[in-house]
Nanobody, 125 residues
Framework: QVRVVDSGGGLVQAGGSLRLSCVAS????????MGWYRQAPGRQRELVAD???????TYADSVRGRFTISKDNAKNTGYLQMNSLKSDDTAVYYC???????????????????WGQGTQVTVSA
C-alpha cells in the first residue's frame, strides 16, 4: 500500500519563504512524476509545479521564478521551495505522485496516482 504525506506548510508574512516536503512510501518500483497543486477557498485546484523522472520541471506562470521544485529519488521525496511569498499564494497545497508499485507475492506491477492529505499555506499581508 502506498502512502503520500505532504508537510511544511504554515503561516508566513508576505515576502517570506516556506519549504514543502512530500514523502512517498510503500512498495514503490519507480516514481514517474511528482507535482504540487494548490486550492484556495472558492477556487479550483491548480497545478503549481511538477517534475518528471528525467528531472524536467514545469511551473505555473504565477510562481515561476519564485518557487523551485526538486526531488530526491533515493528517498522518494519531493520538495517545493517557495520564496517571495504573496498573499495570493495562500491555499492548501497537495502533493501528487505518479508511480509504479510492485507486489512481490504476485510479481504484479501497477501504475497509479496518489495524493497527499494537503498542507495549509497562509501568507499574511
Amino acid at each position: 500500500q502506498v502512502r503520500v504525506v505532504d508537510s511544511g506548510g504554515g503561516l508566513v508574512q508576505a515576502g517570506g519563504s516556506l519549504r514543502l516536503s512530500c514523502v512517498a512510501s510503500g512498495r514503490i518500483a519507480a516514481i514517474h512524476r511528482m507535482g504540487w497543486y494548490r486550492q484556495a477557498p472558492g477556487r479550483q485546484r491548480e497545478l503549481v509545479a511538477d517534475v518528471n523522472d528525467s528531472g524536467g520541471s514545469t511551473y505555473a506562470d504565477s510562481v515561476r521564478g519564485r518557487f523551485t521544485i526538486s526531488k530526491d529519488n533515493a528517498k522518494n521525496t519531493g520538495y517545493l521551495q517557495m520564496n517571495s511569498l504573496k498573499s495570493d499564494d495562500t491555499a492548501v497545497y497537495y502533493c501528487n505522485v505518479d508511480l509504479t508499485t510492485w507486489d512481490p507475492a504476485t510479481t504484479r506491477i501497477a501504475r497509479d496516482e496518489y495524493w497527499g492529505q494537503g498542507t495549509q499555506v497562509t501568507v499574511s499581508a
